[in-house]
């Protein structure tokens, strides 16, 4: 935020959440938030403040989820209004999660799809199962064990 930006923008409430800020390698600004804090009121507040051709996005936990038996002619817009049934449009998930849709056996297709923690909780339920189009198809959490950047080992 510049000059008059960052005098239009509140200090009080959502100022106190920050606990960095740094421009990253492409050029952006990166603000990091503390532990525990909730950053809607800050992202909302930072919308107001920049004009409309700049692009907030939010990061926070998410889970990977794989969705199995889709049909071959099912495409992520499918997919998404079929996740978007099933957790209701205030989630929040975008085309922008389903990070892969690809071939599988059979004749159908595999979906990974990123989302919220609560949203996959809701997603994955006590069936495992979403419908896309006419077919119940297959949900599961992927589980990726954590591995070290230097000696490549789990844990």
């Not at 990977?64 to 099933?86: F, H, N």
């Not at 077919?135 to 589980?143: A, F, Y």
């Given at each position: 935020m510049?000059?008059?930006?960052?005098?239009?923008?509140?200090?009080?409430?959502?100022?106190?959440?920050?606990?960095?800020?740094?421009?990253?390698?492409?050029?952006?600004?990166?603000?990091?938030?503390?532990?525990?804090?909730?950053?809607e009121?800050?992202?909302?507040?930072?919308?107001?403040?920049?004009?409309?051709?700049?692009?907030?996005?939010?990061?926070?936990?998410?889970?990977?989820?794989?969705?199995?038996?889709?049909?071959?002619?099912?495409?992520?817009?499918?997919?998404?209004?079929?996740?978007?049934?099933?957790?209701?449009?205030?989630?929040?998930?975008?085309?922008?999660?389903?990070?892969?849709?690809?071939?599988?056996?059979?004749?159908?297709?595999?979906?990974?799809?990123?989302?919220?923690?609560?949203?996959?909780?809701?997603?994955?339920?006590?069936?495992?199962?979403?419908?896309?189009?006419?077919v119940?198809?297959?949900?599961?959490?992927?589980?990726?064990?954590?591995?070290?950047?230097?000696?490549?080992?789990?844990?």
């Amino acid at each position: 935020m510049r000059g008059a930006q960052k005098k239009s923008a509140p200090s009080g409430t959502t100022g106190s959440c920050i606990d960095r800020i740094r421009k990253t390698a492409t050029g952006d600004m990166l603000i990091t938030l503390e532990k525990g804090s909730m950053g809607e009121e800050l992202q909302k507040c930072i919308v107001g403040c920049l004009d409309g051709d700049t692009e907030v996005i939010s990061k926070g936990p998410q889970e990977e989820l794989e969705i199995k038996d889709i049909t071959q002619d099912t495409t992520k817009e499918d997919v998404l209004r079929a996740l978007q049934d099933k957790i209701g449009d205030a989630s929040g998930v975008t085309i922008a999660a389903i990070k892969s849709l690809r071939k599988a056996f059979g004749e159908t297709q595999i979906a990974l799809v990123r989302v919220p923690p609560t949203a996959a909780s809701t997603i994955v339920g006590e069936r495992s199962k979403v419908r896309i189009g006419l077919v119940l198809c297959r949900v599961r959490r992927v589980e990726r064990p954590l591995k070290c950047f230097k000696c490549w080992q789990y844990g």
